[in-house]
């Protein structure tokens, strides 16, 4: 396969290491985040409000026509000789 190697997703292998050697710090995370909320900052708010009930999903209205407007015109002739 080409390309270059270290691109693309990282194995779970990796993924797993990451996260064990983050781990020892949940409680800290957890104590500022707490903090925070109760300071009233709204990051910290925001970010529980997510966690805990999840992101709201984003709606987008779509209007479809069966009109076809043609980007321009073309005429077609016949040259007679």
Request: proline share 2%; glycine share 4%.
């Amino acid at each position: 396969m080409a390309g270059n190697k270290f691109s693309g997703r990282k194995s779970k292998e990796v993924d797993q290491q990451m996260i064990e050697s983050l781990s020892v710090y949940e409680d800290d995370v957890y104590r500022i985040l707490h903090e925070n909320i109760l300071k009233g900052e709204s990051w910290a708010i925001r970010i529980w409000f997510d966690r805990v009930h999840g992101k709201p999903t984003e709606q987008k209205s779509l209007e479809v026509t069966n009109h076809e407007v043609p980007l321009f015109n073309i005429n077609y002739t016949t040259i007679e000789e």
